[in-house]
T-cell receptor, first 115, second 118 residues
Framework: AQKITQTQPGMFVQEKEAVTLDCTYDTSDPSYGLFWYKQPSSGEMIFLIYQGSYDQQNATEGRYSLNFQKARKSANLVISASQLGDSAMYFCAMRKDTGRRALTFGSGTRLQVQP | NAGVTQTPKFQVLKTGQSMTLQCAQDMNHNSMYWYRQDPGMGLRLIYYSASEGTTDKGEVPNGYNVSRLNKREFSLRLESAAPSQTSVYFC?????????????????FGPGTRLTVL
């Protein structure tokens, strides 16, 4: 079974600063994918970034980067130059590459960006 | 190109009533999913469909049925609603893409249906 742990229920960051949201995972599968989604107060789930377990380099998408440490089973999201619009819930998720490809989600981190 | 659409956006039911949540995607994806999100929690898989004509149970399937009507549409039915089914329901779709070294896919979500069962 897969498990995602997000230990930070809430985080505050000043506008224009960088912030790291923690995510650790547990799986026995050798091949898997890790995802981050953003859920603003309007409720939709917005895909941010993906990291494959065999990817040698950390994934980046604009201001988002994923700090992937396979040995530690962590996949932290780094948001650089925070903006007020970054205030939202952030979910880490994973899915294995074989069999059922559904996502297993963590409980989320609420990020609040302060002016 | 609307992506994933869901209807209705809001619904209030009484205990014991039935209803069907509709989901459609226009991205030609093979796989579709139904998740529920309870307050303060991440999403949990109810059912999924790897391709047209196939469905399989997820983590929390009790009290639900699904129909993969065609490649575009995947509906979720509550036969006899219970207060424990009060939740936000998300539909998602994905397609496997063969990359240079391995396959990958990304799930894209609909806007959600907020369901209250009294």
């Amino acid at each position: 079974a897969q498990k995602i742990t997000q230990t930070q229920p809430g985080m505050f960051v000043q506008e224009k600063e960088a912030v790291t949201l923690d995510c650790t995972y547990d799986t026995s599968d050798p091949s898997y994918g890790l995802f981050w989604y953003k859920q603003p107060s309007s409720g939709e789930m917005i895909f941010l970034i993906y990291q494959g377990s065999y990817d040698q380099q950390n994934a980046t998408e604009g201001r988002y980067s994923l700090n992937f440490q396979k040995a530690r089973k962590s996949a932290n999201l780094v948001i650089s130059a925070s903006q007020l619009g970054d205030s939202a819930m952030y979910f880490c998720a994973m899915r294995k590459d074989t069999g059922r490809r559904a996502l297993t989600f963590g409980s989320g981190t609420r990020l609040q960006v302060q002016p | 190109n609307a992506g994933v659409t869901q209807t209705p956006k809001f619904q209030v039911l009484k205990t014991g009533q039935s209803m069907t949540l509709q989901c459609a995607q226009d991205m030609n994806h093979n796989s579709m999913y139904w998740y529920r999100q309870d307050p303060g929690m991440g999403l949990r898989l109810i059912y999924y469909s790897a391709s047209e004509g196939t469905t399989d149970k997820g983590e929390v399937p009790n009290g639900y049925n699904v129909s993969r009507l065609n490649k575009r549409e995947f509906s979720l039915r509550l036969e006899s609603a219970a207060p424990s089914q009060t939740s936000v329901y998300f539909c998602a779709s994905s397609e496997i893409v063969q990359g240079l070294f391995h396959r990958t896919d990304t799930q894209y979500f609909g806007p959600g249906t907020r369901l209250t069962v009294l």
